[in-house]
């Protein structure tokens, strides 16, 4: 079974760059079909899907995120990351990795989340 895990600083300064790591076990982030998202939920609010890093590299933002947000990936590893610019105390959130698989139309595993605070 796919396992995610996501690691990067808690807290991150208004106007800087958050950083997030998304590792992956039990299974290739190549594997056909695969699409791993990055989904954040601030508190009191939804969830927000943020974006996308596919199985072959290709990826796919939200249109409210797209300015501010990247999505890399490092296959030797295993390993995902995201990028988020210009952070405002607005983007402070837990965020979450996340697998989507294309043939069940559905999320499947998920990490346990990080809470990052944007904070002066």
């Known amino acids: 079974q796919v396992q995610l895990q996501e690691s990067g600083p808690g807290l991150v300064r208004p106007s800087q760059t958050l950083s997030l790591t998304c590792t992956v076990s039990g299974g290739s982030i190549t594997t056909n079909n695969y699409y791993w998202s990055w989904i954040r939920q601030p508190p009191g609010k939804g969830l927000e899907w943020m974006g996308y890093?596919?199985?072959?590299?290709?990826?796919y933002y939200s249109p409210s995120l797209k300015s501010r947000t990247s999505i890399s990936r490092d296959t030797s590893k295993n390993q995902f990351f995201l990028q988020l610019s210009s952070v405002t105390p607005e983007d402070t959130a837990v965020y979450y990795c996340?697998?989507?698989?294309?043939?069940?139309?559905?999320?499947?595993?998920w990490g346990q989340g990080t809470q990052v605070t944007v904070s002066s």
């Open positions: 996340a697998t989507y698989l294309a043939s069940e139309r559905d999320f499947g595993s």
């Open positions: 890093s596919g199985y072959s590299g290709d990826t």
